[in-house]
């Protein structure tokens, strides 16, 4: 999407940032267990100002959150009431908690060092179809062979034209299969989900995926 949508987005505030969780998403708390993520660098790409980081940072060697818009990185550690520093004008730190106030799609291994594991909650659901490979492409160069996503889509009908796009296990074994081991670890039905009311949907799934790299 353009960056306008999400600045406009974060911008606005109410339900054009629904897309917002106020707790730790249940598959972090269930699969990314302490014991999971000790000494692991974790990459958050369009991270928003989600809790997550916070679970991630109190396990994990460290965190990186990657986010077009400054607005949602400072109402991160204004909520979380966390001091930060800003070595350059697009980082924030906070202890072992990294925002990069970057494009993700630029982002290089020099801007973000070794990752270990690549939390994707939100980005690829939120990009269209034609922007997929260029993201999948900017993720490979910096996750290396044995190297993990922990990944979470929606699947749902009608499709919808406008973000969380919905992805389906096929489409990801579709992106994924050639170069990753796939476990498919979760996948409820979820009626009560605030998007099936509010866009009149006849079903909605969240898919958890936990892929392993195996090959460049």
Known sequence: MEATFWI??????????????RDIHPYVEH????EFLQGKRVLVPLCGKTNDLRWFSQYAEAV?????VTTAIEQFFAEQELDYVQPDPTSYVSGNITILNRDVLSLTSADVGNI????????LVALPHEMRNHYRATIDQLLPVGGQQMIITLEY???MATPPFSITPTEIE???GERY???HFAAPSQPEHRMVAKFNLQFLKEHGFLITRYQK
């Open 8 to 21: 406009n987005s974060w911008q606005q505030g109410g339900s054009a940032t629904s897309f917002h969780r």
């Open 116 to 123: 270990d594991l690549v939390y994707d909650r939100a980005a």
């Open 174 to 176: 579709f992106y994924y």
């Open 64 to 68: 990186i959150g990657v986010e077009l």
């Open 181 to 183: 081991f796939i476990s």
């Open 157 to 159: 009908a009608p499709l």
């Open 31 to 34: 699969f990314a267990t302490p």
